[in-house]
T-cell receptor, first 114, second 113 residues
Framework: AQSVTQLGSHVSVSEGALVLLRCNYS??????LFWYVQYPNQGLQLLLK??????LVKGINGFEAEFKKSETSFHLTKPSAHMSDAAEYFC????????????FGAGTILRVKS | ETGVTQSPTHLIKTRGQQVTLRCSSQ?????VSWYQQALGQGPQFIFQ???????GRGNFPPRFSGLQFPNYSSELNVNALELDDSALYLC????????????FGPGTRLTVL
C-alpha cells in the first residue's frame, strides 16, 4: 500500500524567508503527486501536481515542487514566505493504475512570523 | 463553472443516530469521492462513486454508505454514529480517466455527542 510521510507537523518561518515543506512517498511505481493547501475551516485547494514530464513543477501563489524519483520525494518550496501563506499543507499521491483515490500525508502547519 | 458544494456546513448529532451529507459535483465531472478528516490528521479515503456505482472503498465499516445520482451529485450516509465519527467530511469531484486531480468542496463538520 502506498503511504506519504510529511516531515515536521509544524514549520515556522519569517516573512520573506524560504519555505521548505518535505514529503516522501512509498511506492514501487512513481505515482501522481499533489500538494494541497487548507486554510482554517475550509476545504482543500490544489497548489500543484506532478504527473509526467518535467520534474520541477510550478503551482499557484509562487509555490513549486520537485519530483525526485531516486529519493522518492516531492518537497514543496517557495522562495519568499508571505503572511498569507500561513495554512496547513498536505502532500498526496494517487497510483497511476487507479486514479482518483488520494492517499494523504498527515499535513504540515506553516506559520509565518512577521 | 460551478465548484463543488456541500451541505450542511455544520451538523451536530448524538451517538447512535444516522446522518446524511450531500455533495454537488463540479460541472463536467463524473466521479465523486468522499474523505474523512479527523482533527489534526490528513483526509482518509472513504469511497468513490462512478456511474452511480461504488468504485473503490477505503478502510471504513459498512455503516458508511453512499449514493451517486444521475446528475453526479452524491450522498454520504453514516448509520449508528460513534463519537469517533466526529470529523470534517470532504467531498471531491473529478473526471475518471483524468490524471487524478480532484476538486474539493468546503466540507461538512460533523460533531457526534
Amino acid at each position: 500500500a502506498q503511504s506519504v510521510t510529511q516531515l515536521g507537523s509544524h514549520v515556522s518561518v519569517s516573512e520573506g524567508a524560504l519555505v521548505l515543506l518535505r514529503c516522501n512517498y512509498s511506492s514501487s511505481v512513481p505515482p501522481y503527486l499533489f500538494w494541497y493547501v487548507q486554510y482554517p475551516n475550509q476545504g482543500l485547494q490544489l497548489l500543484l501536481k506532478y504527473t509526467t514530464g518535467a520534474t520541477l513543477v510550478k503551482g499557484i501563489n509562487g509555490f513549486e515542487a520537485e519530483f525526485k524519483k531516486s529519493e522518492t520525494s516531492f518537497h514543496l518550496t517557495k522562495p519568499s514566505a508571505h503572511m498569507s501563506d500561513a495554512a496547513e499543507y498536505f502532500c498526496a499521491v494517487t497510483p497511476r493504475e487507479y486514479g482518483n483515490k488520494l492517499v494523504f500525508g498527515a499535513g504540515t502547519i506553516l506559520r509565518v512570523k512577521s | 463553472e460551478t465548484g463543488v458544494t456541500q451541505s450542511p456546513t455544520h451538523l451536530i448529532k448524538t451517538r447512535g443516530q444516522q446522518v446524511t451529507l450531500r455533495c454537488s459535483s463540479q460541472s463536467g465531472h463524473n466521479t465523486v469521492s468522499w474523505y474523512q478528516q479527523a482533527l489534526g490528521q490528513g483526509p482518509q479515503f472513504i469511497f468513490q462513486y462512478y456511474r452511480e456505482e461504488e468504485n473503490g472503498r477505503g478502510n471504513f465499516p459498512p455503516r458508511f454508505s453512499g449514493l451517486q445520482f444521475p446528475n453526479y451529485s452524491s450522498e454520504l450516509n453514516v448509520n449508528a454514529l460513534e463519537l469517533d465519527d466526529s470529523a470534517l467530511y470532504l467531498c471531491a469531484s473529478s473526471f475518471l480517466g483524468g490524471l487524478g486531480e480532484q476538486f474539493f468542496g468546503p466540507g461538512t463538520r460533523l460533531t457526534v455527542l
